[in-house]
T-cell receptor, first 112, second 113 residues
């Protein structure tokens, strides 16, 4: 079975721009979660989608949004980028909410 | 609501020595427990999981963990570490009933030659 894929792997953006990251889950997995990882804050939960519905949400500003499509693929969008948004963004898929998650390699976003 | 605490942010250990990474959780209901490993510049990889049954769980790369309900702990152990075990390790918990997974802050394992 193919693992979780994330595109792009690396991204450089300028402050004020917006960015869209993509995640394709393992086949059959209906839950997709997004995390932000930084050296200072560690691993922080952004949101989780299950069957196209947002199930859980972390404590991030409204600039961070996401969606899930009928094929379970998910995208997250960050608008009006700030320098502090530079991070590794990880996507994880699972069969259902709360079951073991399988992570993609991440997208490294650098905001200049 | 559940929570998870990893008691050590960093653990240095000599190569071929045993190691224990500590994890405590809090939950008012039954839980599922997980350990993940993250090697540099990679995503997280599932090491092992406890869902039910035997309290001693064996995972990949020679790691094992023991679920202790009375102590609300799920410590990760390896009898002899190798330089390739250098990584960050995350403990995670979710409540039975499929609430979201909560991750600990991670423990960096440093292997000393």
């Amino acid at each position: 079975k193919a693992g979780v894929t994330q595109t792009p792997r690396y991204l450089i953006k300028t402050r004020g721009q917006q960015v869209t990251l993509s995640c394709s889950p393992i086949s059959g997995h209906r839950s997709v979660s997004w995390y932000q990882q930084t050296p200072g804050q560690g691993l922080q939960f952004l949101f989780e989608y299950f069957s196209e519905t947002q199930r859980n949400k972390g404590n991030f500003p409204g600039r961070f949004s996401g969606r899930q499509f009928s094929n379970s693929r998910s995208e997250m969008n960050v608008s009006t980028l700030e320098l502090g948004d530079s991070a590794l963004y990880l996507c994880a898929s699972s069969l259902r909410t709360g079951s073991e998650q399988y992570f993609g390699p991440g997208t490294r976003l650098t905001v200049t | 609501a559940q929570s998870v605490t990893q008691l050590d942010s960093q653990v240095p250990v000599f190569e071929e020595a045993p190691v224990e990474l500590r994890c405590n959780y809090s939950s008012s209901v039954s839980v599922y427990l997980f350990w993940y490993v993250q090697y540099p510049n990679q995503g997280l990889q599932l090491l092992l999981k406890y869902l039910s049954g035997s309290t001693l769980v064996k995972g990949i790369n020679g790691f094992e963990a023991e679920f202790n309900k009375s102590q609300t702990s799920f410590h990760l152990r390896k009898p002899s570490v190798h330089i390739s075990d250098t990584a960050e390790y995350f403990c995670a918990v979710s409540s039975v009933g499929y609430d979201k997974i909560i991750f600990g802050k991670g423990t960096r394992l440093h292997i000393l030659p």
